[in-house]
């Protein structure tokens, strides 16, 4: 009868959530990797909230269009458009939630395990504490479960080698935390525990694919208004994994820079109502 009336009650302080905004950023840097130059990024998610925000559900998208490394004449260019489609459901700081990676270079909408250039899907699951406690540490685990993620091998007597899916996953923990005047600051690492698209498909350092790929720092500043917030933020990313002097900064523009510079910064002022 508790449970029962608890449930009630929460099911009657349920109120409609959303969360709306966007960010350009001088760099698209995502887990320890470079994506692109100069990115406008808008997100838009709506939902609902109960129990004082400790319950949660967000479905909605993600996007990102950009010009690499300030290039903006015709033939230096490189645009990395990309679209998200999300769900999360969060309950006493458990996450769990999908996503659908979607790139705009003529490929389906959902994409085949060997298709170059392809969409993918994503599973993810988490535990923040900073939703119940001051602390605020918190643990995310993606694996890809869909789309362009093939890692090749010889099955057998098969002279080819063969496409398998890698199931490709990232791990990261992290830790936020709001300072005075406004200040906020973030740390993460982040690590592939196998072998898959983090580390190129290769082994990683112990043979089996696990590697440490991200470091990452952030420091925001932020205004709170009547009707919206405004943030400026600088971060910083390091991916360790298989780092040297050749890698760390990669000069050539556009397509030679995706995926594959090591030290990674950028700037970013971002509107969220």
């Known amino acids: 009868m508790a449970v029962l009336l608890a449930s009630l009650q929460a099911m009657a302080e349920i109120?409609?959530?959303?969360e709306a905004g966007a960010e350009v950023v001088s760099s698209y840097i995502w887990r320890g990797q470079y994506n692109g130059g100069l990115s406008f990024q808008p997100e838009a998610l709506v939902?609902?909230?109960a129990m004082d925000e400790k319950i949660s559900f967000r479905v909605g998208a993600w996007g990102s269009v950009g010009a690499s490394d300030w290039k903006f004449k015709k033939d230096e260019t490189y645009f990395v458009p990309e679209l998200d489609l999300m769900a999360t459901v969060n309950v006493f700081g458990l996450n769990v939630g999908a996503t659908h990676y979607y790139y705009f270079g003529g490929t389906h909408f959902f994409s085949g395990l060997e298709e170059d250039g392809g969409s993918q899907t994503e599973l993810q699951v988490g535990y923040d504490l900073g939703t119940l406690t001051p602390v605020g540490l918190y643990f995310n685990w993606y694996t890809m479960i869909a789309g362009n993620d093939a890692k090749y091998e010889n099955a057998g007597w098969v002279p080819?080698?063969?496409?398998k899916r890698a199931y490709s996953s990232y791990m990261e923990l992290g830790y936020k935390q709001k300072l005075p005047l406004g200040l906020s600051a973030e740390i993460q690492i982040g690590a592939t525990p196998w072998?898959?698209?983090y580390t190129d498909y290769d082994e990683g350092w112990n043979g089996k694919g696990f590697a440490i790929t991200n470091l990452?720092?952030?420091?925001?500043?932020?205004?709170e208004g009547e009707v919206c917030s405004f943030e400026v933020f600088a971060a910083g990313s390091i991916n360790p994994y298989n780092l040297n002097?050749?890698?760390?900064?990669?000069w050539e523009a556009g397509e030679n820079k995706i995926g594959a510079q090591k030290v990674?910064?950028?700037l970013g002022v971002g509107i969220w109502f």
């Open 264 to 266: 990674n910064g950028t």
């Open 47 to 49: 939902g609902f909230d």
């Open 216 to 223: 990452a720092a952030r420091l925001g500043w932020e205004f």
């Open 15 to 18: 109120k409609f959530g959303y």
């Open 245 to 250: 002097k050749e890698n760390a900064f990669v």
């Open 195 to 197: 072998s898959g698209m």
């Open 160 to 163: 080819i080698p063969q496409a």
